[in-house]
């Protein structure tokens, strides 16, 4: 896991935290180190900490979702809805709010994990213009639901769904 966060503080706690639960942490005080350290040692997770001296946070999210599947886990104290927006759109997969809790982060750390491992098994999310799911074990039916791709010799059941679009759905289009 790579943390990235400006204030020492905060970094110390997530690491001690996070490394006394079995995670490897690794950190960088800013986005230039950030993208090198994941470049060197690709993570599973990055917690990205906004506000960093160097980067527009956009910039850097943007830079590890060009070549890095890693989970991308926005850590700030800014609430505004377009702000998240803004990184979930720009790839980040989830967004904490500070203060949190341990509790809070670890279940969204496991959420990650859970999400991480079903898209490596799956191979990837295929290039599609709609959202995509991933349906490990449970199966999902109904009209407008229709399996795009199956893994063969995949460990478990993984099979993306995809939901399609007809030009009467208020979304259709690019």
């Known amino acids: 896991m790579l943390v990235v966060e400006d204030e020492p503080p905060l970094v110390r706690a997530l690491e001690i935290n996070l490394k006394a639960r079995g995670y ?5 005080p800013d986005g230039s180190q950030a993208l ?3 470049a060197m040692s690709p993570p599973d997770v990055v ?7 160097d980067m527009d946070d956009i910039d850097v999210i943007t830079e ?6 890693a989970s991308i886990l926005v850590v700030a104290a800014r609430r505004t809805s377009d702000e998240k927006v803004a990184a979930l759109d720009a790839g980040a997969d989830d967004y904490i709010t500070k203060p949190f809790s341990m509790d809070e982060l670890l279940a969204r750390l496991r959420a990650a994990a859970r999400s ?4 490596r ?7 599609a213009p709609r959202a995509t799911t991933c349906a490990s074990t449970r199966r999902s039916s109904g009209a407008n639901r229709k399996p795009t791709r199956r893994v063969p010799g995949a460990s478990s059941p993984c ?9 009467d759905d208020p979304g259709f289009g690019p």
């Open 24 to 28: 490897d942490v690794d950190t960088a």
């Open 36 to 38: 090198s350290l994941a």
């Open 47 to 53: 917690l990205l900490g906004l506000g960093l001296p």
């Open 64 to 69: 590890l979702r060009g070549w890095s599947r």
């Open 116 to 119: 991480s491992s079903c898209w």
């Open 121 to 127: 098994r799956c191979g990837g999310l295929p290039s």
């Open 159 to 167: 099979t993306v769904w995809a939901t399609a679009s007809t030009p």
